[in-house]
């Protein structure tokens, strides 16, 4: 009787064993899991990113570039350390309201998007333009 409820206690000790062994490979499976999910939900946000600047490029160069006087500037981006990360000229004759309300937003995404990933940067502050000139066709800063 003695061995028998001595292999009743190994028993009980290896599935306990087993069970905490599961346990540990369920968990750090799961944490795996969490990790990639940051990785491929921060890489997803890059590139929503880069594709809202490529909508506003696209708008940006909508208009072929004939007389200077009718285009501007405006600063787009946020840096992690702040300020825009440079300077966009855009045609006068767009929908301004809506293309400045666009470049806002991805400024507002981009720095939610540093401050949500600790992103760095090299806190350098981009020169200002001073005017914009028609070189081909295509806007141009002048700084």
Not at 84 to 108: C, K, Q, R
């Amino acid at each position: 009787m003695h061995a028998f409820v001595q292999k009743i206690n190994i028993n009980r000790l290896m599935k306990s064993k087993i069970i905490l062994f599961l346990m540990v490979g369920c968990l750090a499976f799961i944490a795996a899991c969490d990790t990639d999910d940051d990785s491929s939900s921060q890489e997803q946000e890059r590139l929503n990113l880069e594709e809202m600047l490529s909508e506003i490029n696209e708008i940006a160069e909508s208009v072929p570039c004939e007389n200077p006087y009718d285009w501007t500037f405006t600063a787009i981006g946020s840096k992690a350390c702040g300020g825009p990360i440079g300077y966009l000229a855009y045609s006068l004759n767009i929908d301004t309201v809506s293309f400045l309300n666009t470049v806002e937003a991805y400024s507002i995404a981009l720095d939610d998007f540093n401050k949500k990933w600790n992103i760095v940067s090299d806190c350098s502050v981009p020169p200002i333009p001073i005017d914009v000139a028609c070189e081909n066709g295509k806007a141009v800063l002048v700084f």
